[in-house]
T-cell receptor
Framework: AQTVTQSQPEMSVQEAETVTLSCTYD???????LFWYKQPPSRQMILVIR??????QNATENRFSVNFQKAAKSFSLKISDSQLGDAAMYFC??????????FGQGTRLTINP | DTGVSQDPRHKITKRGQNVTFRCDPI?????LYWYRQTLGQGPEFLTY????????KSRLLSDRFSAERPKGSFSTLEIQRTEQGDSAMYLC??????????????FGQGTRLTVV
């Protein structure tokens, strides 16, 4: 069975600094998708960034980038120039076969002004 | 279209009562998912529809839970004889049917259930 592990329950960073959130996963599939979702307090979950496993190039979306290490089954999220609005729960997720998402336990990110 | 809509946003019920939640997905999204999220945890998959067909159910979905998606549009999730352990946030998500493995899901704001 596929599993996703986030080993950092909480992280904090100073505004304008860079922070990296860790994620590891386990799967026997070769083609799959990995995601980082953001869940602000009392608000809906939104997609931050997506990585296709068959692509070697790491995905980037403005201040957000990933470090995808397929052999190590590692998928970390880097947030550059952290902003107060980045404060949220961040979930790493895995999907295969265009079906369900398997989520990690989440990392609560706090931005210190 | 304003996104995935869930109703109600909050529900408090007494143990043993039945509750029903509704999810309206983004128009033309063929796939619809239900997840359950307990406090401080990531969402856990419950069930998945492609159009009106329920294609997968998690072992988390006991016999007291039933989900439907008549006509492949909105979906309902019913919990019969609620228990305190059912207290959680119930999330609905939808995604379009694509030829590839693109599975970007769009989430609703969830229904928070409290069983007292």
């Amino acid at each position: 069975a596929q599993t996703v592990t986030q080993s950092q329950p909480e992280m904090s960073v100073q505004e304008a600094e860079t922070v990296t959130l860790s994620c590891t996963y386990d799967t026997s599939e070769s083609d799959y998708y990995l995601f980082w979702y953001k869940q602000p307090p009392s608000r809906q979950m939104i997609l931050v960034i997506r990585q296709e496993a068959y692509k070697q190039q790491n995905a980037t979306e403005n201040r957000f980038s990933v470090n995808f290490q397929k052999a190590a089954k590692s998928f970390s999220l880097k947030i550059s120039d952290s902003q107060l609005g980045d404060a949220a729960m961040y979930f790493c997720a895995y999907s295969w076969g265009a079906q369900k998402l398997v989520f990690g336990q989440g990392t609560r990110l706090t931005i210190n002004p | 279209d304003t996104g995935v809509s869930q109703d109600p946003r909050h529900k408090i019920t007494k143990r043993g009562q039945n509750v029903t939640f509704r999810c309206d997905p983004i128009s033309e999204h063929n796939r619809l998912y239900w997840y359950r999220q307990t406090l401080g945890q990531g969402p856990e998959f419950l069930t998945y529809f492609q159009n009106e067909a329920q294609l997968e159910k998690s072992r988390l979905l006991s016999d007291r839970f039933s989900a439907e998606r008549p006509k492949g549009s909105f979906s309902t999730l019913e919990i019969q004889r609620t228990e305190q352990g059912d207290s959680a946030m119930y999330l609905c998500a939808s995604s379009p049917l694509t030829s590839g493995l693109n599975t970007e899901a769009f989430f609703g704001q969830g229904t928070r259930l409290t069983v007292v």
